[in-house]
């Protein structure tokens, strides 16, 4: 398990829940996108899990080192996942993202969701 996602494990109490949220809408698509990143600062702040997986449009809201949300996100302890494919297909690098996220591929967030007990949620 990686360091990252053992820590966000750790923050969940007994009863916790864990969550996979999805957001496939960018930042610019209007108020329910960041909407849907905050009540995941909620659920974790509420000390569930919560990993996020930016998809399509989404992983826009990755984009640059001072986006509020992301940067609530990372604070409550959220794992932040932007989608590899998603990325390249907008010419993003790694360089032009968050120092809170961390690409990965749709084989982590199939995982993710097969999970037992983890709610996924798509937006």
């Not at 916790?16 to 949220?21: G, P, Q, T, V």
Request: aromatic letters at 6%; proline letters at 2%; charged letters at 20%.
């Amino acid at each position: 398990m990686e360091a990252q996602t053992a820590a966000a494990g750790t923050r969940a109490g007994a009863g916790a829940a864990s969550y996979f949220l999805v957001e496939s809408k960018g930042n610019w698509a209007g108020p329910t996108a960041g909407a849907f990143l905050m009540d995941a600062v909620a659920l974790a702040e509420a000390g569930h899990r919560v990993r996020v997986f930016l998809v399509e449009d989404g992983v826009l809201s990755a984009v640059g080192a001072d986006v509020p949300e992301i940067g609530r996100l990372a604070a409550a302890g959220a794992e932040i996942l932007v989608d590899d494919f998603s990325a390249a297909q907008r010419a993003l690098s790694a360089t032009t993202l968050s120092p809170h996220v961390r690409l990965a591929g749709m084989d982590v967030a199939a995982a993710a969701l097969t999970e037992d007990g983890c709610r996924g949620v798509w937006h």
